[in-house]
């Protein structure tokens, strides 16, 4: 029995992690690996590693690398900085 209801239809405006990176749609999991985010080395501009669902790591022209995430929040596209790699502890 089915409801009628179809779920890949339904968008909210509220706040889906659905950003630039994602590939919900292609319906293919894209995976950061340890060997891609060392081998990446910086260049002129900042450039984007995606993972998957949005999650991201910005890697910039100093050789530094943030992860990040795209979403969407009340329909505007929204970047959240989650931090550095690799996260090094204070101990």
């Not at 340890?34 to 100093?62: C, M, Q, W």
């Not at 596209?77 to 502890?89: A, V």
Request: charged share 20%; aromatic share 10%; with cysteine.
């Amino acid at each position: 029995m089915t409801s009628g209801y179809d779920h890949q239809q339904d968008h909210h405006d509220w706040g889906a992690f659905e950003g630039l990176g994602s590939n919900r749609l292609t319906g293919m999991i894209s995976v950061l690996t340890h060997i891609k985010i060392t081998s990446a080395k910086p260049s002129e501009k900042l450039y984007r590693l995606h993972d998957s669902l949005g999650l991201f790591l910005a890697v910039k022209p100093n050789g530094s690398k943030l992860w990040r995430m795209s979403y969407c929040f009340l329909g505007k596209q929204r970047e959240l900085h989650i931090g550095l790699w690799p996260h090094r502890s204070a101990l």
